[in-house]
């Protein structure tokens, strides 16, 4: 189904990976739906505030939130460094949740 068709005026993406990012933007955009991409490392709480900024510009709200991100350093936790499975897996995967759902979860409660 197009993105026009499902009633969708605006799909604002976030993504570490610009390269997966624009490769995402550009297929949406080919269905028809309008897309905006904005890079985000989901466990920097900056980068998520920005995101949230440029959806409330973008769209003067956020209507709908699904907080998709995740990782795996894959193999034995005690074959990765601290830096692969903690910081990142951890990051991403907990405090990445914790920052969208703190920054964006309010501005929902708050539309009503």
């Known amino acids: ?11 604002i993406l976030a993504d570490v990976d610009e390269h997966a990012l624009v490769a995402t933007v550009d297929l949406l955009r080919s269905q028809d739906a309008e897309a905006i991409g904005v890079r985000t490392y ?3 709480p900056v980068q998520v ?10 769209c003067g709200g956020v209507h709908l939130l699904f907080n998709t991100a995740g990782v795996g350093a894959g193999g034995f936790v005690w074959e990765n460094s601290a830096n692969d499975y903690w910081q990142w ?24």
Request: glycine share 10%; proline share 2%.
């Open 1 to 11: 189904m197009k993105g026009a068709s499902l009633g969708i005026k605006l799909i």
């Open 42 to 44: 989901v466990a920097n």
């Open 49 to 58: 505030d920005a995101l949230a900024q440029a959806t409330l510009d973008a």
């Open 89 to 112: 897996v951890f990051g991403v995967n907990v405090i990445g949740v914790a920052n969208e759902l703190r920054l964006l979860v309010p501005v929902i409660l708050k539309q009503g």
